[in-house]
């Protein structure tokens, strides 16, 4: 039944008449920004919010689950008010990670001779009489499937009520 699928946004997406969630604009719509711990289980220690909201456009700053987010008029004023930001995190379990530690580390452990699971035919020689062989190597550290969307999220407050929806993976 696969050949009977199909996306039923593909073509919106495909010839760019797809609306996604920073597509978004509602009257008297505010946005925020948030800033993110630029390690990996750190945690915010502090923050001083007072250049950010200097910055033109930015109405007031948030904190939600431990990130602060300019709330502001705009996406340029809510970006340049997460950098105006005065941060002090935690750099958590994760501070001293060094990548080029952690790759040497793992070519290291790529080059030393693996279990033997199953023992089935001499494949040494088989290697020295092949005509042509090849090596490569392959390194993609800490691959993700990322959404080719930044997760957005649009949210109306009326009457006492919160609607929210989004684009989140």
């Known amino acids: 039944g696969k050949e009977k699928t199909k996306l039923i946004d593909g073509v919106a997406m495909s010839t760019g008449r797809a609306i996604y969630g920073q597509d978004v604009v509602l009257p008297e719509m505010l946005y925020a920004v948030i800033a993110r711990s630029p390690v990996f289980g750190a945690t915010l220690k502090s923050f001083d919010a007072a250049a950010a909201l200097k910055v033109p456009g930015v109405v007031k700053v948030i904190e939600s689950k431990g990130s602060p ?16 930001l005065k941060l002090d995190w935690d750099g958590g379990p994760n501070a001293d990670y060094d990548s080029t530690a ?3 580390t793992m070519q290291a452990a790529g080059n030393k001779p693996g279990k033997v699971i199953r023992n089935t035919g001499d494949v040494d020689a088989a290697m020295r009489s092949a005509a042509k062989t090849l090596k490569a190597d392959y390194y993609i550290p800490h691959l993700t499937q990322a959404a080719m969307e930044p997760p ?8 006492g009520k919160c609607e929210v929806w989004g684009c989140f993976q």
């Open 102 to 104: 952690y790759r040497s």
């Open 152 to 159: 957005a999220a649009t949210a109306r407050v009326t009457a």
């Open 69 to 84: 987010a300019p709330v502001a008029n705009n996406t340029w004023a809510a970006i340049k008010g997460r950098e105006a």
